[in-house]
């Protein structure tokens, strides 16, 4: 379980330990002691902080480029239908521009289709 600074709490981590979590990612706030330094250092603890940051991007992402900020649809169903179809075309951004290795400066790859059909070579 990972979340952001604001949420740590002694009770916090104490309950989800509770609930059955073996890894609880609650950055403490402000100065640690060498003990809870030593405990965030961990590398399970980094590579739990530094998803919780990727997601973040993703939602930023998501938001800016791809209509999340409102949802124009109503209720649960109108909800996840929105969010699944922003993720969808969020996924389909890198099949479109293809390959690093294939992408040019200032655009995408040409994008070539088994279907195109070419004149032949005089």
């Not at 979340?3 to 509770?18: F, I, L, T, W």
């Not at 950055?27 to 002691?33: E, M, Q």
């Not at 060498?34 to 940051?53: I, M, P």
């Not at 109503?74 to 179809?85: A, N, Y």
Request: hydrophobic share 35%; charged share 30%.
């Amino acid at each position: 379980m990972t979340a952001d600074r604001g949420v740590h709490s002694a009770a916090n981590e104490r309950d989800a330990r509770a609930a059955g979590v073996r890894q609880v990612v609650l950055p403490k706030p402000g100065k640690l002691s060498a003990k809870r330094t030593a405990y965030e250092l961990q590398d399970w603890f980094r590579a739990g902080r530094n998803w919780r940051a990727g997601i973040e991007g993703r939602i930023s992402s998501l938001k800016r480029n791809h209509g999340l900020r409102r949802c124009r649809y109503h209720g649960t169903d109108g909800m996840e239908r929105w969010v699944g179809l922003g993720v969808l075309a969020h996924n389909r951004a890198p099949v479109r521009t293809g390959p690093p290795a294939f992408r040019r400066r200032g655009g995408a790859a040409p994008v070539r289709h088994a279907l195109d059909v070419r004149p032949p070579d005089p």
